[in-house]
């Protein structure tokens, strides 16, 4: 069955100006339509900024334990449509039904997370000493524009929308063109739960949408996760009084040293590389190996990668979907094709055909990879895990910080000490030791440095994470 997805702008649901729509197709099966969606012109954001522009103060002024409220009914819609939510995220993502059903467990607790959040923006009173009343406030920073990526459909919009909502803020939302369904299902519960017109919109669309968005001068706020190019583009286009939340691209690195369990980092390893098909930016691209126990660690990875069942999320057994578009295919293609042009050594036996009719990948790992090569420098989002051997700590940090990215980094060691001077030393926002690169705490900060992340303030949690969505006020009282 083919769903009609819309915009949800002024309000009410509607079409876009244009009448222009786009489709989406099941990537495990391309025949199959999934759904069509609005494509939103300029005009379509004008109108949704301009409207939640106008109207978000009914929002804003509502008690925040209301607004805890609102976000925990909503919390509730979704859970209770949990098991029909992970079949269509498969269906419009890729991902296998196990890895939907955490996710459409994990978004409703974000909102619930957040709804605390509402009832801790407080403020400070300051000494004066001459009988003068100092103190601040905090107060919604105005519109948040927020674009959010295919790979985490539910729960990374949960994550911007959620904080943006608590503070009083009102949201024009632009999910991925590739998962507009999880996009509206996410609003719809929303609004179900309370939230007014007036403080949410949806808008669905391609690149003249984004711009239209992160350029409009009714924007006071854009959070953004995606790609690091798309990233860089948003930081030119915005405007200089605008805030600007980027989560961006990774090179993800997991060092392992001769006294690591190798065969626990195995698994790991094959977690991190593999997992949501290798489309997960704190997923595990690079893999830097001592040289005593590079051969036994990539002979235990080798066994697990090859033991992967590709296909359909939906068939039982199957262990990885299929990559979520042809730009995501085409780029796996092009760093196999990179791999044999280069020194490095396919060790899986892969060449990347299609089983059946979908953007299926089998994992492909290559060894000898250099620090320099191509594959171990760019960003592929995509099931290829990159073997680089070294001689000690010092140069395993050196090639680990050898990256334009600093997301997330690992380390198999049994030393503490180690283990410590590891955290101090990589260049990475997430550190874990003894765990895989990807996962992380629903309570922790987290963000990246370098090409990952601007840093500004923490995406998902931390003690400053809502001040992004929120202004300071200082007031003198005498």
């Known amino acids: 069955m083919t769903l009609t997805v819309q915009n949800f702008v002024g309000g009410e649901w ?4 244009t009448g222009r729509r786009f489709e989406r197709h099941n990537p495990a099966h391309l025949s199959e339509v999934v759904a069509t969606a609005p494509e939103s012109s300029a005009d379509d954001i004008d109108r949704a900024v301009s409207y939640v522009a106008e109207h978000r103060h009914e929002w804003a002024a509502l008690a ?36 939907a059903t955490i996710e459409t467990s994990r978004t409703p607790q974000n909102l619930r997370f957040y709804a605390g959040e509402s009832l801790r923006l407080t403020g400070e009173t300051y000494p004066t000493g001459d009988g003068t009343l100092v103190y601040s406030s905090r107060e919604p920073v105005g519109v948040v524009a927020a674009i959010t990526p295919w790979n985490f459909p539910l729960n990374i919009p949960s994550r911007k929308l959620g904080p943006a909502l608590a503070a009083g803020n009102a949201v024009v939302f632009k999910p991925s063109e590739l998962t507009p369904v999880m996009g509206q299902r996410l609003v719809e519960a929303l609004l179900e739960a309370g939230v007014p017109g007036g403080a949410l919109a949806l808008v669905h669309g391609h690149a003249e949408a984004g711009r239209a968005l992160v350029s409009h001068r009714g924007v006071n706020a854009v959070t953004f996760t995606g790609s690091t190019a798309v990233g860089q583009a948003i930081h030119s286009a915005v405007a200089v009084d605008v805030r600007c939340q980027l989560e961006m691209g990774g090179k993800n690195a997991m060092v392992v ?29 690079r893999v830097i190996v001592h040289e005593s126990v590079q051969l036994d660690l990539l002979d235990r990875v080798m066994e697990r990668a090859r033991s992967a069942v590709v296909g359909d999320g939906l068939t039982k057994g199957v ?54 090569d191509r594959m171990a420098q760019e960003e592929i989002f995509g099931p290829v895990l990159a073997f680089l051997t070294v001689s000690s700590y ?14 997330s980094a690992g380390i198999a060691t049994s030393d503490i000490g180690t283990a410590l001077a590891f955290s101090r030393d990589v260049h990475a926002g ?4 003894n765990q895989s ?13 370098k090409l990952s992340s601007t840093q500004t303030h923490k995406e998902q949690a931390g003690a400053t994470m809502m001040h992004f969505y929120t202004t300071d006020k200082t007031v003198y009282f005498s």
Request: proline share 5%; charged share 25%.
């Open 14 to 17: 509607v079409e876009s100006s």
């Open 257 to 285: 040293l001769p006294d690591a369990d190798i065969e626990r980092t195995a698994g790991i390893i094959v977690k991190g590389a593999f997992g949501l098909s290798g489309q997960a930016c704190t997923g595990t691209s």
């Open 64 to 99: 925040p334990d209301k607004r805890a409220d609102v976000l925990i009914r909503a919390a509730a819609i979704l859970e209770a449509n949990a098991a029909t939510l992970a079949e269509e995220l498969v269906r419009e993502e890729g991902k296998t039904l196990a890895e």
């Open 394 to 407: 010092d140069e395993a940090i050196t090639v680990a910080n050898d990256s334009p990215f600093g997301l």
């Open 319 to 372: 262990t990885m979907g299929p990559l979520a578009s042809a730009g995501q295919w085409d780029k796996y293609l092009e760093f196999l094709k990179e791999g044999d042009a280069s020194d490095a050594r396919l060790e899986t036996p892969t060449k990347g055909q299609l089983l059946g009719k979908g953007y299926f990948a089998r994992p492909a790992v290559f060894s000898d990879v250099q620090p320099h």
């Open 430 to 433: 997430v550190v874990k030791v």
């Open 437 to 449: 690169t990807n996962g992380m705490a629903m309570n922790a900060p987290f963000g990246g440095t």
